[in-house]
């Protein structure tokens, strides 16, 4: 069955499970945590444990259904549906034992994001949005913030995994903006703080060089919830400013000097 709301309740499901799964590895002295392409990049237990379970679920429910994931990449199944998968979104939280993680889903149809949940197990905060129909925090409505001045902004952002090699690592952009909003945040999780930004608790997000999986289901419920969504970049991956109309161009102006 390839009705919307049907897959949304079986995603909700899905990333339900797979919370259970982080929250019985949160914590633990025996979690086995990897690093990828350097020191700063983790990948745990947890993280493999979750995305094999989302891959199982997927393949059990929609078998005609793709899965592209952050451990194990694209399945190679050819259909019009994929789910785009974080297992872990925040794993250096998660390692640590900081409550700011996620598991992140995507759904997309021809290419195009119908469904997004982004699922918080610790904190119990499930934001979903379904293309046309609005974002939702647990069942309430969201929408992005009021807020109309810089000044008065509360905004995050993060860093690339590649920060100690590349200069190009959002140190300089953050150093412009701090002296110029309310508040700056580096909170660990991409598709978090940009759910937070749709529902209006950040002002605005910002990083550089993200993966699709970070944010494939969070740019969903952003732009549901309000929020202008503008790609900072075209080299450096998935580089992005989420934002209430109103602080986009002040935040380009902090971000993108030369664009003055």
Avoid at 1 to 29: E, P
Avoid at 54 to 59: E, F, P, Q
Avoid at 141 to 164: E, H, L, M, N, R
Wanted: negative net charge; contains cysteine; aromatic residues 8%.
């Amino acid at each position: 069955m390839n009705d919307k709301a049907h897959i949304l309740l079986d995603a909700i499901s899905i990333a339900r499970g797979a919370g259970q799964i982080q929250m019985a590895n949160f914590r633990s002295a025996t979690l086995k945590v990897e690093t990828k392409d350097n020191e700063y990049d983790l990948v745990t237990a947890a993280d493999k444990a979750c995305e094999a379970f989302v891959a199982s679920k997927v393949h059990e429910l929609y078998p005609t259904h793709s899965v592209l994931s952050e451990e194990s990449g694209d399945d190679d199944v050819k259909s019009d549906w994929q789910w785009v998968v974080d297992p872990v979104d925040g794993t250096t939280n998660f390692k640590s034992g900081l409550p700011y993680f996620t598991i992140s889903i995507g759904i997309r149809y021809r290419g195009e994001t119908v469904i997004g949940v982004v699922y918080a197990p610790r904190l119990d905060e499930l934001f979903t949005a379904v293309k046309g129909e609005g974002a939702m925090l647990n069942g309430e409505p969201i929408k992005c913030s009021a807020c109309t001045s810089i000044s008065q902004a509360v905004v995050c952002t993060g860093f690339p995994y590649d920060k100690a090699e590349n200069a190009d690592n959002n140190i300089a952009e953050s150093v412009r903006m701090i002296p110029k909003v309310r508040g700056y945040r580096r909170l660990g999780s991409a598709s978090l703080d940009i759910c937070y930004t749709a529902a209006g608790i950040l002002d605005a997000f910002w990083e550089l060089n993200l993966h699709i999986w970070d944010v494939c289901a969070a740019y969903l419920i952003a732009s549901e919830a309000g929020c202008e969504i503008h790609r900072l970049r075209t080299d450096r991956a998935e580089s992005v400013l989420i934002s209430p109309k109103a602080l986009t161009q002040p935040m380009l102006d902090v971000l993108l000097p030369s664009t003055i």
